[in-house]
């Protein structure tokens, strides 16, 4: 069951920080004609720099525009960027932009600050979109406290366990179907050294809310913790809280990957394209990588779910999608760009022009039935569609929860102290403290946001 914040969240979100689960794919900055406003036929979106989005930036003109006649200003930033530029936009309700790229961490936030155009009344008289395809997951995710949706996914992901299939057999190891963290950190000693230069397994350690924080947060979760209690109390220094973080140190310090205070998602996915890594735990949307032409892991791998121990499943969720500013001065029109970026055909476009495995996936059950887009991911498309519809979004733990969110707290001040805590908790990692000091930092800075929160 869903627990609702008690208390109004500020109507500003603090700038994201480095370190974002997707940060390794973004590079690079183009701004298009933004303007100071949407106007006739014509739209203003504000999105991320990530590969896909700029690959629908390319077929749209072509496609989109020429189909229905609205043409679109795409101004393109990279993540940290667009985030402050979103936030600034949307709280201001400037209406200079009528669609933006937003996560699952900001959407609900964003709705409940009357920041977003609901998109029921569109979904209701657009059967073609086909809403009851998008997985549950992702629909529920992008739902505001009101039940209504404010949000599209463009794509999502979950996490789960990457593994080399070849020096385990070598080794005579054998992966679990649904490991354990126990079984998972016995295995990496195990791998350790398989291969001269080897390590075990490779965990993020780089400071950041969407680094770090993110794969540590689903590992405290199946252990049994939260960072607030259900009476928002800061729990950052509970026996399970502290339990699951010296296993993730203690992990990574034995068996994960050299330098690991400062790798991030790019760092673990090179240490395991470059082969010195066994196992990798991270964002299933790394597959696609690892098992794109030309990878020399490509069929090397073997994926496994999100290891556990309390809990029936782990993995994160996270999805790029789609909001419309409540401000916007076209708002049908953005929805009809947002039907057509998020639908069923704009996936088959993608498959016909650019290739299946630059599918924007994660987001419809249709995708997962497509017999081409099975053929080109058979190595981890059933494992990606389960992980995800795994997620326990409003429940990833083993207590109710103040507030939605897996591997985040959805809450504007998490971005400040998710940051703020993975900050000293890799330094711990690095050897410069202990964990248990880490924590009791990290537990005192927690407690100012309960102080805000508690009793409202």
């Known amino acids: 069951m869903r627990t609702q914040s008690r208390r109004r969240?500020?109507?500003?979100?603090a700038t994201a920080a480095a370190g974002t689960l997707l940060a390794p794919l973004l590079s690079g900055c183009w701004v298009g004609a933004g303007g100071s406003g949407s106007g006739g036929d014509s739209i203003n979106v504000l999105m991320v720099n990530n590969p896909q989005m700029t690959e629908l930036q390319k077929l749209t003109a072509a496609h989109f525009t020429k189909e229905t006649g609205i043409k679109v200003n795409f101004t393109v930033l990279p993540e940290n960027d667009v985030r402050d530029k979103i936030s600034q936009d949307f709280a201001n309700q400037a209406g200079q932009y009528d669609v933006a790229t937003l996560s699952n961490y900001e959407i609900p936030i964003y709705a409940r600050n009357g920041w977003l155009h609901d998109m029921d009344t569109y979904v209701a008289k657009d059967p073609s979109y086909d809403e009851q395809d998008v997985l549950?997951?992702?629909?529920q995710s992008l739902t505001g406290d009101d039940g209504k949706l404010y949000g599209q996914p463009f794509y999502g992901e979950s996490s789960f366990l990457m593994y080399r299939k070849d020096v385990f057999a070598a080794k005579g190891l054998t992966m679990p179907a649904h490991p354990t963290w126990r079984q998972v950190a016995d295995l990496a000693a195990k791998a350790d050294g398989a291969r001269p230069g080897m390590r075990g397994i490779c965990l993020r350690g780089l400071p950041g809310w969407g680094e770090l924080m993110a794969p540590l947060t689903t590992v405290v979760n199946t252990f049994g913790g939260t960072w607030f209690d259900k009476d928002w109390k800061a729990r950052l220094d509970s026996p399970a809280f502290r339990k699951a973080t010296k296993f993730y140190v203690g992990l990574v310090r034995e068996h994960g990957e050299s330098g690991a205070a400062q790798s991030g998602f790019a760092e673990c996915l090179n240490n395991m394209t470059q082969g010195k890594v066994a196992m990798w735990y991270d964002a299933t949307s790394a597959a696609g990588l690892l098992e794109a032409d030309g990878s020399p892991v490509r069929g090397k791998l073997g994926y496994a779910p999100a290891p556990v121990e309390r809990t029936p499943s782990s993995g994160w969720l996270y999805t790029w999608a789609w909001g419309i500013q409540q401000a916007s001065r076209n708002p049908d029109k953005a929805w009809k760009f947002v039907s057509w970026a998020s639908g069923k055909g704009y996936e088959?476009?993608?498959?016909?022009?650019?290739?299946?495995?630059?599918?924007p996936a994660g987001k419809r059950a249709s995708t997962y039935a497509d017999a081409d887009y099975r053929a080109s991911a058979?190595?981890?498309?059933?494992?990606?569609?389960?992980?995800?519809?795994?997620?326990?979004?409003?429940?990833?733990?083993?207590?109710?929860r103040p507030a939605p969110?897996?591997?985040?707290?959805?809450?504007?001040?998490?971005t400040d102290l998710g940051t703020k805590v993975s900050q000293e908790i890799s330094s711990a990692i690095a050897g410069r403290q202990s964990t248990d000091s880490a924590l009791d930092k990290s537990q005192q800075l927690a407690e100012k946001i309960s102080k805000e929160y508690e009793g409202r």
């Open 9 to 13: 969240p500020r109507a500003t979100l």
């Open 136 to 139: 549950e997951p992702m629909r």
């Open 348 to 359: 088959q476009l993608v498959g016909k022009t650019s290739g299946w495995s630059n599918v």
């Open 378 to 400: 058979a190595a981890f498309q059933e494992m990606t569609k389960e992980a995800i519809e795994g997620t326990r979004p409003n429940d990833p733990g083993v207590q109710p």
């Open 405 to 414: 969110g897996i591997q985040f707290v959805g809450i504007p001040e998490f």
